[in-house]
């Protein structure tokens, strides 16, 4: 089992930026992948951004060049960096940590960006 705890987030202007981190316990060395999703009132779940355990990364097209996905390997946290934020971006902002068998999610966290 992984238990993932969620912080950040909260209220931001246009162009501010916000950080995002997710922390993981329990059987962490069998984590692979970490992520991080977002879900906007009436939208679909969507990938923000991925990093692989060796340091890949991925990101929506979206957020290129102003979001950047973060790992720290040896305490099992992902951080996601988020600047030149957009009203749009406003979301339910959820990290998700993969192992060979599932998927587990952390508690989502309200990201509000005003224009």
């Known amino acids: 089992q992984v238990q993932l705890v969620v912080s950040g987030g909260g209220l931001v202007q246009a162009g501010g930026s916000l950080r995002l981190s997710c922390a993981a316990s329990?059987?962490?060395?069998?984590?692979?992948?970490m992520a991080w999703y977002r879900q906007a009132p009436g939208k679909q779940r969507e990938l923000v951004a991925v990093?692989?355990?060796?340091?890949?990364?991925n990101y929506a097209d979206s957020v290129k060049g102003r979001f950047t996905i973060s790992r720290d390997n040896a305490k099992i946290t992902t951080d996601l960096q988020m600047s030149s934020l957009k009203p749009e971006d406003t979301a339910v902002y959820y990290c998700?940590?993969?192992?060979?068998?599932?998927?587990?999610w952390g508690q989502g966290t309200q990201v509000t960006v005003s224009s």
């Open positions: 998700t940590a993969v192992t060979f068998t599932r998927a587990y």
């Open positions: 990093i692989m355990r060796g340091g890949g990364t």
């Open positions: 329990g059987s962490i060395v069998s984590i692979n992948t």
